[in-house]
């Protein structure tokens, strides 16, 4: 399967004109991006960031997809002004799409109107050759204060040389209220910064961000990676970091003052070596996968037709189809394929007590069924055994799998990384204990998919989204990484099955390979000595 995979591809998405939506201030942009499958269904493959009042939008986050040269591979982009926190597009408005095929995109830069009126939108299609990315750490001291009331709220932008003009690589959080803003570690692939170059242009402004979109420019520097390499090193404190090479923020001649000796940016970078989801699972990691089902009340009578676990006389139901479509994707990757499988929300005998992590299999010494197909004949067999209960929790199961995460995690290469699916049909009843379980989770090799079925109102599963983008627990503490996805299975039910896999697991390359570089893992199979080299 790993074989098949030609090249990646990263795409970069910014419009230019978009309708204005909002009442009072301008719309707040995403781009969706969806491909087409084998019998013409579209299905999500990525989304980018919202950019708040914005009417030409330089989406920041990038998308990788693999490129096939042998297939037409049919991609829509769709842009739409996003007014709350719900996954759901359809209660977004509606700015315009565009549908082309990435090999349109892949050879040069694609602009067209969209339908609704003179609205470009510009996609940059560039393969993916150096896995090399820049690890920065960045600070800046007595920044101008562009705020009558207040302190100016800080943010940087990235930029990479390109023959059309300049390239947005990467945009950080705002720091608010500061100006000696400390920002959080972040990382750039060198693709898209420089493409590679160390001594190709970069470009990086500073601005002070404003809810309305008019966001005010503090300063500007270009530079190369070589000579931020070079100052990285040489001056680790406060100064004109290269200031020959304008690498400093608010620097005089873009404001006419003075220039003092700890007036500037601090910014510490290396760069390194970083292994692709390839390289992890070639060289013997391997992807734990567990399922754990919801058996509470909310389901309905499992002989009643209404029901979410009727099997129908098709042999189906919505979760069984969910079981098959992400665990038929999932078990390529595991070499023994015996996955533990667990139910959750029921009273099980012989006591009846109401059991948040029981294995369909009622062994609790031995809880793995052998493959797909085990777990699916352990659920058909579990079912009629369990009476449906409740309350709907899923702290239990994450900090279960967590446990064996943890364990994992005392290993000096990258072995192992755990996945839990979760089917469910309602909203999650413990939410304070949920989001513990899961910002611990996040600094652990493990990802959590849940997957929506029935048609219940699944709002609450947005607790993932923080207001900075990352989940926080109850007592304020920051998720490490995104490690949550949710896909509401009905608007997979016409599609077919590889289109909810594709939409489900299109995040878990990602998180593998972010936490495991993070950790500065290497494959088990690999040079340890190679994981991690400083580019000159």
């Not at 470009?120 to 896995?131: G, L, M, P, Q, V």
């Not at 016409?494 to 570089?517: C, W, Y």
Request: glycine share 6%; hydrophobic share 35%.
């Amino acid at each position: 399967m790993a074989a098949q995979c030609v090249t990646k591809v990263e795409l970069t998405v910014s419009c230019e004109n978009l309708m204005d939506k909002d009442i009072g201030s301008k719309s707040d942009p995403l781009c969706v991006l969806l491909m087409n499958s084998s019998d013409s269904q579209w299905f999500e493959v990525a989304r980018t960031e919202k950019v708040q009042n914005c009417l030409n939008p330089k989406f920041a986050k990038k998308v990788s997809i693999d490129y096939y040269f042998e297939i037409v591979q049919k991609l829509k982009f769709g842009i739409y002004d996003i007014d709350n926190k719900t996954v759901d597009l359809n209660d977004d408005d509606f700015l315009g799409e565009l549908e082309c095929t990435l090999g349109q995109v892949k050879c040069f830069l694609y602009s067209h109107p969209l339908p609704l009126q003179q609205t470009h939108t510009c996609i940059i299609a560039e393969e993916i050759k150096d896995n090399r990315v820049v690890n920065f750490e960045v600070q800046a001291r007595k920044l101008d204060n562009k705020d009558f009331f207040g302190k100016s709220d800080p943010y940087l932008e990235f930029y990479k040389q390109t023959e059309t003009g300049w390239q947005l690589a990467h945009r950080t959080e705002v720091v608010k209220n500061n100006l000696n803003p400390c920002w959080r570690p972040f990382r750039i692939p060198l693709q898209s910064l420089c493409g590679g170059d160390m001594e190709k242009p970069i470009k990086v402004e500073c601005y002070d961000y404003d809810n309305d979109g008019s966001h005010d420019l503090i300063g500007a520097f270009e530079t190369t990676m070589t000579h931020l390499q070079q100052a990285s090193h040489v001056s680790p404190v406060f100064s004109p970091v290269c200031l020959r090479y304008q690498t400093v923020i608010c620097n005089s001649v873009l404001h006419k003052k003075t220039v003092f000796s700890n007036y500037g940016l601090k910014c510490i970078m290396h760069v390194v070596k970083e292994y692709t989801f390839l390289d992890y699972i070639m060289g013997g990691c391997q992807i734990n996968f567990t399922v754990a089902i919801d058996f509470t009340g909310s389901n309905g009578d499992p002989k009643s037709p209404q029901s979410l676990h009727y099997i129908s006389p098709q042999g189906v139901n919505e979760y069984l189809s969910a079981i098959w479509s992400v665990g038929n994707v999932i078990q390529d990757y595991d070499s023994d394929k015996m996955f533990p499988a667990f139910g959750f929300g029921a009273q099980i005998p012989p006591t009846w007590q109401v059991s948040h992590e029981f294995p369909l299999n009622f062994n609790p010494s031995n809880p793995f069924c052998a493959g797909v197909e085990g777990v699916v004949q352990a659920y058909r067999a579990c079912l009629p055994q369990v009476k449906l209960y409740g309350p709907t929790n899923f702290s239990p199961i994450i900090n279960h799998v967590a446990c064996f995460a943890k364990q994992a995690l005392q290993q000096t290469t990258a072995s192992q990384y755990f996945v839990l699916l979760i089917i469910t049909d309602g909203v999650i009843t413990d939410m304070d204990e949920t989001r513990n379980a899961i910002v611990n989770a996040s600094r652990l090799p493990m990802s959590v998919i849940i997957v929506g079925v029935g048609g219940a109102d699944f709002s609450a599963m947005e607790f993932l989204d923080g207001d900075d983008g990352r989940l926080r627990s109850q007592t304020g503490e920051a998720a490490l990484r995104d490690i949550v996805q949710f896909v509401p299975f009905r608007q997979f039910q016409n599609a077919p099955r590889e289109a909810l896999s594709k939409s489900v697991l299109a995040e878990i390359p990602g998180q593998l390979v972010e936490f495991l570089n993070t950790m500065k893992l290497a494959p088990p199979n690999s040079n340890p000595a190679s994981a991690m080299t400083v580019s000159s």
